[in-house]
């Protein structure tokens, strides 16, 4: 497509916030007419011949800094903040993160509008919302397509990235994509420019503020998903404790038609429990979100209620592995000081008289304020605890585990020997490997907070390492004699 008419295409639909013309070198229509863009590109060692590259701004790098590499590699033209001047067309604008989503979007001939797209964000919950929503559509006879968390290496992709995916379903003949949409992605306009069938909003408790900031900010961000720029229609969870009814009224009072369901300790939808395989009561919570989606895409209420209790496991999400010497072993997602909470009551109920040891640790590099929340959540929710790294990143996981030891009332043991109820081992083999050590017959070991994940990153390495593998061999190999 030539640089004139994508940009006219896209003010077209968008108006202000895709400008009327290129600055500087081509500014002229006729000369814009010349330029053609073939490609869109945010990553100057990815460009090639025909790419407008986009100068993206950032907290480590800011694209302007390679523009030339990116015209040398073949760019045709240039989306910028601030003015440079390369000898190719630059397009002068605000925000180049929400331009790029909007020109590749209509680049790509606006792939959302050729299929159904559903959106669904909140704390917890999104990969799981997704998963059962894709299952019950395929049982329905859809064609499905899946993004998130257990697909990419990004929640939610880059929109350049995100747009052409979305092209290539539609070409494939995909009806209907679930998509999960993060908020740093909601604040980085990566969804921008995508037309949503029907989009959801689980819940929201802390997480990401060393991102966002405060949890003010991150709300917004989630919030943004909830107005008519992205869909018409709605379906948001109302936690039991009334948490959601703001999102709920500001979801209506920008327009869209908004289904709010009521979360409780035994939660009906639709006046009757759901048959699910699937145990905990957040489970249930995710299943209605996905349920009531279902019915929004058409499904009828009979067809849900089958298919959902026929539904997968969700890789990562409170999958048990097969017992051993009747101990139980569950690896679950939960990093957040509610999902702990949460996958740690429905641990107490399978259990029933057992007791619930948990290994856990926090991400390094992340936000330090809810380490503490996690520490508290473990002390008060697992018999046992042992404390260990998850994702260190850049930071010695001594000093994680230090801070969650804040929210801790217990003492650590010195030794694995002997009795305890905490245990620090840095060392996450050795943790998950006491853990099961410690544990009897009838014992339920919680693995939290790196699920469906096969690495661990640590000093900028990302080294193999699968909690359900490294559990299943250290639970194959238990002596049976404790």
């Known amino acids: 497509m030539d640089l004139g008419e994508l940009l006219s295409a896209a003010r077209r639909q968008w108006g202000d916030d895709v400008p009327a013309s290129a600055a500087g070198t081509g500014a002229s229509r006729v000369e814009l ?3 053609d863009v073939t490609g869109i590109a945010y990553d100057s060692r990815r460009v090639v011949a025909g790419d407008l590259f986009c100068c993206l701004p950032g907290s480590r790098a800011d694209g302007h800094d390679h523009a030339a590499g990116a015209v040398e590699a073949g760019a045709s033209a ?8 390369l000898g190719v067309p630059r397009i002068l604008v605000p925000n180049a993160r929400r331009a790029m989503g909007l020109l590749a979007s209509q680049l790509h001939g606006r792939p959302s509008q050729r299929l159904q797209a559903v959106g669904v964000t909140g704390t917890n919950g999104k990969t799981s919302v997704v998963h059962l929503l894709s299952d019950i559509l395929r049982q329905a006879g859809r064609r499905v397509a899946e993004s998130g968390t257990l697909t990419g290496e990004r929640t939610t992709p880059e929109a350049p990235d995100l747009q052409a995916s979305l092209a290539s379903w539609a070409a494939e003949g995909v009806e209907v994509v679930c998509m999960e949409v993060s ?84 939660p009906d939808w639709r006046g009757a429990p759901l048959d699910l395989p699937l145990p905990g009561r957040f489970a249930a919570h995710n ?51 509610e999902a702990l909470v949460s996958v740690l009551s429905t641990a107490r109920e399978v259990a029933g008289d057992g007791r619930v040891l948990c ?13 503490a929340e996690m520490g508290r959540a473990a002390d008060e929710g697992a018999d046992i605890v042992v404390l260990t790294s998850d994702n ?32 620090v081992e840095p060392d996450r083999r050795a943790a998950i490997a006491a853990a099961i050590a410690r544990a009897r017959p009838g014992d339920l070991v919680l693995v939290a907070g790196k699920g469906h994940e096969r690495t661990q990153e640590a000093a900028g390495e990302h080294l193999p390492f699968d909690d359900r593998e490294v559990a299943g061999e250290l639970l194959a190999n238990r002596d049976p004699g404790r």
């Open 78 to 85: 240039l989306l910028v903040e601030r003015e440079l001047d």
């Open 287 to 337: 299943a209605m979100v996905a349920a009531e989606l279902a019915l929004c895409l058409g499904v009828v209420e009979e067809e849900v209620r089958a298919a959902l209790a026929r539904v997968a496991p969700v890789p990562g999400r409170f999958e048990s592995l097969p017992q051993v010497d009747g101990v139980w072993v569950v690896v679950d997602y939960a990093h957040t000081p």
């Open 33 to 35: 007419g010349s330029v």
């Open 392 to 423: 260190p990143r850049d930071e010695p996981p001594e000093g994680v585990i230090a801070d969650i030891l804040v929210g801790m009332e217990r003492e650590p043991a010195g030794a694995p020997g002997g009795e305890w109820t905490l245990l």
């Open 359 to 371: 290994v856990f640790g926090c991400g390094g590099g992340r936000d330090r304020g809810k380490r």
């Open 183 to 266: 908020s740093h992605a909601l604040a980085q306009h990566r969804v921008d420019g995508t037309d949503f069938a029907v989009v959801a909003h689980t819940n929201l408790s802390r997480d990401h503020l060393d991102y966002h900031g405060t949890m003010g900010a991150y709300a917004a961000a989630k919030q943004r998903l909830l107005t008519p720029e992205f869909s018409r229609q709605a379906v948001v969870m109302v936690e039991a404790d009334g948490a959601g009814r703001d999102r709920v009224a500001s979801a209506h009072a920008a327009g869209l038609d908004v289904v709010a369901l009521e979360a409780g300790d035994a």
